[in-house]
Structure formats: C-alpha cells, structure tokens
C-alpha cells in the first residue's frame, strides 16, 4: 500500500523560515514532488525531487532522503502571499498526501 | 507552454442530472489525462487514468458506470457525473502530462479546477 503524511496545518511569521515535513511508504518509488494550492484553485508545480539531496529553487528547496522516505520542503523570507495548502505527492502516477496549511501572520 | 483548461469552471445541477466536464491541454498533446476529486479541507484523491483511444483506469472504489470518462482525443479528454446526488458535489481537477506519468521526471499540469454542486 502506499502511505503519505503531513502535518495538518502550520504557522509562521512573515519574513520567517518554515520546514514543512512529508514522510511516505510506497511500493515503488518514482520520485516526490510539492505542489502549492491556494484555497478554490489547482495546485501549481514547486519542486521535483528523485534523488537524494537538496534541491534549491528561489526561496524554497526540496530535500529528499530516500532511505528513509522522507522529505521537506523549506520556505525562506515567508510573504503573506505564501499561505496555502502544500501537498506532497509520490510520482508518477500521483498519490498526495493529506496537505499541510499554512498559515502565514504578519 | 503546458496550459491546461477545464470547462465548466463551475456548475450547479440538479439531483438525478448528468454533467459533463471537459479537460483540454492547450499547447501539447497528453496521451493521458488524470482525474482528481478534492472535498473540502481535503487533499487531492485520483479517481481514474484517461488514456487516449482507450478505456480509462479507474482507482479502487471509484464507480466507472458513474464517472464515465471519454478521451476522444490527444487534447482532450471528458469526464461525465452520471446521475448526479449532493455526495457528488466537490471539485473535480484533471491534469495531463507529456509522458503519462510513466516517467519520473514527468510534471503533471493541472487544469483550474470544476466546482460541482448537486442540489
């Protein structure tokens, strides 16, 4: 079966950083993307990773540890624009994971 | 480049009708779509593979005499509520990618969303 977790909902400061968490247990593995949805849209593409590291883009990065099925993603210099729901996905064919909302106070 | 479009944007019906939700990818073809249902406060649950010229792959519990899926094409690929009930009411997301998600490295792009609501 295939598993993926998230924390429900989180809270930063605008200006901050904050490390948004995913775990997953899938039979196969074909790489982990984050998406950003805000509330009634689609969600956008953020990140893509399939090897293990960091991968940097802007003001967020994606990390991935493989062995241990798990994965972040890092938002830095938070704007108030940046609230919204992230997801977590196991590819190719997407499985999400429940989404994290964030929340982010001036 | 890797527009996709979804019409209706939002659609209001009554219970027992059936409505129809159109997905086009706009500047690339997409031998395969995705179809996603989201309810409030939820994430994203994939309810079928449409794959152009053939039958649609439907995940586990989803009724396919119920969500039927057409994909007359390699632009376009439609979903119809058949028999539509107020449970059916949520916000139905398709997304189409270049390589049908066999790849790894392959994005899924997603449409903007349809909001059904059965009354």
């Known amino acids: 079966g295939q598993n993926i977790d998230q924390p429900t909902e989180m809270t930063a400061t605008e200006g901050a950083i904050v490390q948004i968490n995913c775990t997953y247990q899938t039979s196969g593995f074909n790489g982990l993307f984050w998406y950003q949805q805000h509330a009634g849209e689609a969600p956008t593409f953020l990140s893509y990773n399939v090897l293990d590291g960091l991968e940097e883009k802007g003001r967020f990065s994606s990390f991935l540890s493989r062995s241990k099925g798990y994965s972040y993603l890092l938002l830095k210099e938070l704007q108030m624009k940046d609230s919204a729901s992230y997801l977590c996905?196991?590819?190719?064919?997407?499985?999400f994971g429940q989404g994290t909302e964030l929340s982010v106070k001036p | 480049g890797a527009v996709v479009s979804q019409h209706p944007s939002w659609v209001i019906c009554k219970s027992g009708t059936s409505v129809k939700i159109e997905c086009r990818s706009l500047d690339f073809q997409a031998t395969t779509m995705f179809w996603y249902r989201q309810f409030p406060k939820q994430s994203l649950m994939l309810m079928a593979t449409?794959?152009?010229?053939?039958?649609?792959?439907?995940e586990q519990g989803v009724e396919k005499d119920k969500f039927l899926i057409n994909h007359a094409s390699l632009t376009l690929s439609t979903l119809t509520v058949t028999s539509a009930h107020p449970e059916d009411s949520s916000f139905y997301i398709c997304?189409?990618?270049?390589?049908?998600?066999?790849?790894?490295?392959?994005?899924?792009?997603f449409g903007p969303g349809t909001r059904l609501t059965v009354l």
């Open positions: 997304s189409a990618s270049l390589a049908g998600g066999r790849v790894g490295t392959d994005t899924q792009y």
């Open positions: 996905a196991v590819g190719g064919k997407l499985i």
């Open positions: 449409s794959n152009e010229g053939s039958k649609a792959t439907y």
